[in-house]
């Protein structure tokens, strides 16, 4: 076979349930040479362009995977809390990588990168002016490194790498509040964040927002043929998570996403919701300009505050507002009750 690649183009031609067995075989001989436990499981392949099988979106199978993303939706990492006698908050936080198989989408696995196990890793949680400590260790096969975003000392930014078997205390203010990401810092940049190694970071005002159903979404997308295009794309790591599995809320209840896009190779993503508007703060600044839409873009690294409430009663979907990147992963409900 004189080319092995598999493009998303080849997916969305074969069907995702079909390409899903093609990807996973070629991505391990393309692996192959560079890791000895990349496992996939195998589907039988249709290669009919006359119409896209799209079953994987309507499996209700609530997957390792699946388990996953659902509830990096609703986590919050608060970290180990103590009170300093000068009255500050200490939050200590265990940061670990790790390389481990995380399902990206049913019946293939992807070789990652991660912080804590998870694509994304945890979603950091703390309030303006805490003092931070996050304690990081290096299990993963490659040096790695956390950087924020947020203002913080130079020393405590992550670009020197940690090498694996060793450990470092990154320790900083919490600041400014808003919503923030962080991920490794080490060359090629563009290898270490595809692999896995990201996750938001929420840093509360001091005084509390209002009451809401709080969500959190990680836009990404994984490359399995390492050609540089990518060939699933995800909101919190697996595809078509909450297409059936919606994500329950109350009728005028108030939902607040917090949503980042820490996708590689491509530009940019997007967020489209169906049949409503939402209120944008970029980087969760209440001083910000807000946009009141329906459709949002983010570049790599961008993030914001989505504030939405459901007038009627039903299903919205929600998804990228490119074609192929909801196609191939990036689309799911709301059910609205």
């Known amino acids: 076979m004189a080319d092995n690649k598999i493009s998303r183009r080849d997916i969305l031609k074969i069907g995702t349930t079909g ?5 996973g ?20 392949s249709s290669h009919s362009t006359h119409s896209v099988n799209h079953s994987n979106m309507h499996d209700s199978s609530k997957t390792e995977g ?5 509830r990096l939706l609703t986590e919050f990492d608060y970290g180990k809390v103590t009170k300093l006698s000068d009255g500050r908050t200490l939050r200590e936080y265990e940061v670990i990588a790790v390389d481990k198989e995380i399902e990206i989408a049913k019946g293939i696995k992807f070789p990652g990168w991660t912080f804590n196990g998870t694509i994304p890793g945890p979603t950091f949680r703390c309030t303006e002016g805490d003092l931070l400590r996050f304690y990081f260790v290096n299990k993963g096969s490659h040096p790695h490194s ?3 975003h947020g203002i913080h000392p130079p020393e405590m930014d992550g670009l020197s ?3 694996p078997g060793q450990s470092f205390t990154y320790e900083f203010e919490a600041k400014p509040y808003g919503l923030q990401i962080y991920h490794c810092h080490v060359l090629p940049l563009a290898r270490h964040i595809h692999k896995g190694l990201y ?13 809401a159903l709080e969500l959190n979404m990680v836009m990404n997308a994984y490359d399995l043929d390492l050609d540089g295009a990518n060939e699933f794309y995800t909101v919190n790591g697996y595809a078509f998570a909450f297409m059936n599995h919606p994500i329950k809320v109350k009728k005028d209840e108030l939902v607040r996403i917090y949503l980042s896009n820490l996708t590689e190779f491509d530009l940019l993503n997007s967020f489209h919701l169906h049949a409503n508007y939402f209120t944008y703060i970029p980087t969760g600044r209440n001083e910000n300009p807000t946009h009141f839409t329906d459709t949002i873009m983010q570049c790599q ?24 990147f909801a196609e191939l992963g990036w689309m799911g409900f709301f059910q609205v009750e």
């Open 19 to 23: 390409a899903l067995g093609i990807a």
């Open 25 to 44: 075989s070629i991505y391990l001989n393309k692996m192959a040479p560079l890791s000895n436990v990349v496992h996939a499981e195998e589907h039988p």
């Open 66 to 70: 699946y388990m996953m993303a659902n």
């Open 146 to 148: 956390i950087h924020f």
């Open 161 to 163: 790498p940690i090498l």
């Open 199 to 211: 996750g938001n970071f929420i840093i509360d005002p001091k005084t509390p927002r209002n009451p």
């Open 301 to 324: 690294g961008e993030r914001g505050i989505l504030e939405v409430r459901f007038p009627y009663k039903g299903k919205y979907m929600f998804h990228a507002h490119v074609s192929e």
